[in-house]
C-alpha cells in the first residue's frame, strides 16, 4: 500500500520534472519577446515621426550578429550627457515618446540598441548574446568624436536594468553612471512571481530560503542583477514605482540595500503612483527633477557638459 507520504514524494517530484520541461522548452519566450520567423523586420514608428534628430546605427556584435539602433541627439550640437538606454522587453519604436520627453526635461542624447532577435537586429535572444550587444553599443559610443564621452551614462528599464547593470560593472572606465528603473533581482526570483509554483524550486541569492533550488540549473538566462549590483563602483539612481504590477517593488528595495552597502553614491526615489511601464508618466516633474540632479551631481559636474 502506497503511503501518504510517498504520494507526497512522488507529487513533489512530479510538480519538478513538469517545471524543468516547461522551463526547458518555454523560457526564452517567458524572458524575451517570441521571435516569430518570416516576421518582417520593421517598426511601428521611427524617430523621424517625432521630428528627432537621429541617424540610424548598424553594429557587429562579437559573435558576428547584425545589430540596429538609433543615435538621437538634443541639438546638431548637443554637449549633454549621452544615455545608453536599454529598455524591457519591447521593441525600442515602443519607447520613443518616453525618449523624445526624456531629450526636452534632460537636454542629452539617447543610443537605443534593438537586442537581436528584436526590431530590425539579426539573431536570438539570450543573456549571453544580450549582454556581447550591450558591450557593442558601448564600444560604439565610447569611440564616437561628436559626443563628450566622460558623460556616457547606462540608463535600463525592467530587463535593460539587468543588462545595464552587468555593462556597468564591466566598463568602471567607459561608464560615468547607471541609473535602474523598476528592475528584479533576477530571473530566478521572477520564475516564482510568473509562475507560483516555481518559488520552490527556483531562486535566486535574495531569497530567503535556505534550502537549494533544484531547478535553478536549468535556467538559461538567470540575469543575476543582485549580485551585480554590489560589485558596481559607479553612481546609480534607483526608481521605484510602488504599483509595480509586474515586478515586486521589493526587488528594487534589496537592490539598492546590496548597492549601498559598498557603494556610497547611490540614491533610491520611490513614485506612489508609478506602475511598471507609466512610472516615467506618473511621476511627473518630481520624476525628471531626480533624474536631471542626479546627472548634475554625479556626471556634469565631473564634466563640460550643461543642462
Not at 550640437?77 to 515602443?94: M, V, Y
Not at 531629450?103 to 530590425?120: E, I
Not at 564621452?149 to 535600463?156: A, H, K, L, N, R
Not at 526570483?189 to 535553478?216: E, H, Q, R, W
Amino acid at each position: 500500500m502506497v503511503s501518504y507520504k510517498s504520494l507526497l514524494i512522488y507529487g513533489v517530484g512530479g510538480i519538478a520534472v513538469a517545471g524543468m520541461a516547461l522551463l526547458v522548452a518555454f523560457q526564452e519566450k517567458l524572458v524575451y519577446v517570441p521571435v516569430l520567423p518570416g516576421l518582417t523586420k520593421s517598426y511601428p514608428i521611427t524617430p523621424d515621426r517625432l521630428r528627432l534628430i537621429f541617424e540610424d546605427v548598424w553594429l557587429t556584435s562579437s559573435d558576428g550578429v547584425r545589430l540596429h539602433s538609433w543615435f538621437i541627439k538634443f541639438s546638431p550640437n548637443s554637449t549633454g550627457p549621452t544615455i545608453l538606454f536599454f529598455q524591457e522587453n519591447a521593441d525600442i519604436a515602443h519607447r520613443l515618446e518616453m525618449v523624445r520627453i526624456m531629450l526636452q526635461n534632460l537636454h542629452c542624447n539617447v543610443f537605443m540598441l534593438s537586442y537581436r532577435g528584436y526590431g530590425a537586429s539579426d539573431g536570438y535572444p539570450s543573456q549571453e548574446g544580450i549582454t556581447m550587444d550591450a558591450q557593442a553599443a558601448l564600444d560604439h559610443l565610447s569611440q564616437r568624436t561628436d559626443i563628450d564621452t566622460t558623460q556616457i551614462v547606462v540608463f535600463g528599464r525592467s530587463l535593460g536594468g539587468a543588462v545595464g547593470a552587468v555593462v556597468t560593472k564591466n566598463n568602471p572606465d567607459k561608464v560615468a553612471a547607471l541609473i535602474l528603473e523598476n528592475t528584479f533581482t533576477s530571473i530566478l526570483d521572477m520564475a516564482g512571481v510568473l509562475l507560483p509554483f516555481l518559488k520552490y524550486f527556483i531562486g535566486g541569492s535574495s531569497s530567503n530560503s535556505k534550502t537549494p533550488k533544484i531547478l535553478n540549473f536549468v535556467v538559461r538566462s538567470p540575469w543575476n542583477t543582485i549580485d551585480v549590483i554590489g560589485q558596481i563602483k559607479q553612481p546609480i539612481l534607483f526608481l521605484s514605482g510602488l504599483q509595480d504590477e509586474m515586478i515586486p517593488p521589493s526587488h528594487m528595495e534589496m537592490l539598492y540595500a546590496k548597492a549601498a552597502l559598498h557603494n556610497k553614491r547611490c540614491i533610491f526615489v520611490d513614485f506612489p503612483n508609478g506602475k511598471h511601464m507609466d512610472t516615467w508618466l506618473a511621476g511627473g516633474d518630481e520624476y525628471w527633477e531626480a533624474v536631471q540632479t542626479f546627472l548634475q551631481e554625479n556626471v556634469l559636474e565631473n564634466g563640460n557638459g550643461m543642462f
